[in-house]
């Protein structure tokens, strides 16, 4: 049994933490975009060029950090056995 709560454990880490990378990556990136809203359009597209790979990391890191550790708690509450 516990090596089935290993790997659930795990599998739930992993899955929470990759999706939390997504959407904190792309929340980022909707964030960030903000600021450049107000420049003409050529300075725009750049200012966006500039400003998404920070805004991704940032948030990705964020994210996979966040849902990784929410996804262990979360799998370890499913996983747990009740004492008798």
Excluded: D
Aim: charged fraction near 10%; charge should be positive; include cysteine.
């Amino acid at each position: 049994m516990t090596k089935n709560r290993t790997l659930i454990c795990t599998f739930l880490a992993l899955l929470s933490g990759f999706s939390g990378a997504y959407i904190a990556g792309q929340m980022a990136i909707s964030l960030h975009s903000q600021k450049c809203q107000n420049q003409p359009w050529g300075l725009k597209e750049m200012c966006n060029a500039l400003v998404t790979p920070g805004a991704v990391w940032q948030g990705s890191t964020t994210g996979l950090w966040t849902g990784t550790v929410l996804g262990a708690f979360v799998g370890g509450l499913v996983t747990r056995q009740s004492r008798q």
